[in-house]
C-alpha cells in the first residue's frame, strides 16, 4: 500500500530549521522560521512565563482532564487582550472561545466548523499570505482564493484592488485578514482600511476570519489590535484565531485560542459546543499547559507588567534592528529602495528580491530566508548586520 510514496518536499518555512542547523560556516545567520531572538542569537523564555511555570508546578496538582474547552481563565483572559476588557461584545457574551493547539489549530477548528456551517465555501487570503494558510484551510475542505494585497513595486499594501475584489464578495465569502504585522509581509492594514473593510463586509455578508499572531509585536498591545477591535464592533459575526506562540514565547506549548463572535450569547453557547466538537474530533482537546501559564501571567497584576515591559523590548528592539539594517544598507549604496524595511511592521519584511539571489544567500554566505524573500528581522543581532548587509550588496 505504501510502496508508491514518495518523500514529500521540506515544508517553506519549517525546512529551513534543519538547514540551518547543518550549516557549518561560522557566519551563518537564520533569518527564516519567525521566532524572536536575542542579542546572542537564542530564544530565552521570557522571565514572566518562567515565573509563571514555577508557580504553576507549585500548584498543580493532578493532570485530569480540564474539559472540552481548554483553561477557562486563558480563553477568557485572550477574549479581553484581543477585543477590550470593556468591550460591549465580550459584556453581551456574543463570543465563544476554544484553547487550541497554536494558532494553527484555532486555523484549522475555525475552518473546519466554518465548512459544516455551509457547502461551498471560499476563503479569500491575502497575496500573499503566510505560507501555511493554505495547506491548513484547505484541507478543511474549504476552498481558497487570493485577493490583492501587497504591492511589489511600493512594498506597501495596495488597498483600493483590496477594496474591489472585497466588493465583488458575498456571503459565501470568508475574508482572512492578518490582525497585525501581516506574514510574511510587514505590510498592515491602516485604521481606515479597517473601517472600510468592516463596512464591506455589512454591505457583502461576508464573514472575516482573523489571524493574530504577533499582538505586541508591531506598535504595542492596545495598538496591534484596534483594527481588530474597531472590525469586531461594526459586524456581527467574525472568528478570530490567536496564537501565544510569539507574544508569550511559548511557541512549542503550542497555545491559542479561536474565538467566534456571533450575534447574540445563545448562538455563542452553541458555537462552543460545535467548535469543542470539531476539536474532538480531531484531537480531542488542546494542551494545557502554556493556557495555565497564560492565565496565570494575564491575572497577576506584577506578572502582568512584567511580561507587557518584557514584549514591548521585544518590539522596540525589533523596531531599532529595521533601522540598523537600512542604515547599513543605505551606506553600502545598494542600488535599491529599501526604505520600506523601517515602514513595515512586526518581526518580518519583505525584501523584494530574486529567488536566485536568496539561493545565493544562502548558498554563498549561509544567510538563511525564505524563498519569497521574507526575513525575519528578529534573527539580525548587531554583530551580523554588517555581514547582511554586504552579502546583501553582493547580491542585489
Ligand atoms: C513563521 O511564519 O515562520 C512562523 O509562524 C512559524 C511557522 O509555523 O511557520
New binding site residues.
Partial sequence: MFDQLNALPA????G?IGAFREDSNPDKVDL????YKDETGHTAIMTSIQKAAKRHMETENSKTYIGPGGVVGFVEGIKQLVLGADSSILMDSRVSGLQTP???GALRVGSEFLSRMKEDLTVWVSDPT???HIPLISAAGLKIKTYPYFDNTTSAVNFDAMDAKLAELGPSDIVLLHGCCH??TGADLSFEHWQRIAERANKQGFIPFVDI?YQGLGDGIIEDVKGVRYLSSQVEEMLIAT?C??NYGL?RERTGTLLVQTKNASQAKAIETQIQDVARANYSMSPAYGGFLVDIVLHDAALRTEWENELNSMAVRVKSLRRNLLEKIEQRGINKDFSFITQQKGM?TYLGITKEQVQRLRNEFSIYM?DSS?I?VAGLNTHCLDYVADALKAVV
Avoid at 11 to 14: F, V
Fill in positions: 515544508d517553506p518555512l519549517l529551513l527564516g522560521v519567525g521566532v497554536g494558532g494553527c503566510w505560507a501555511n506574514n510574511p499572531a496564537s506562540s510569539k511557541y518580518f525564505a521574507r525575519n
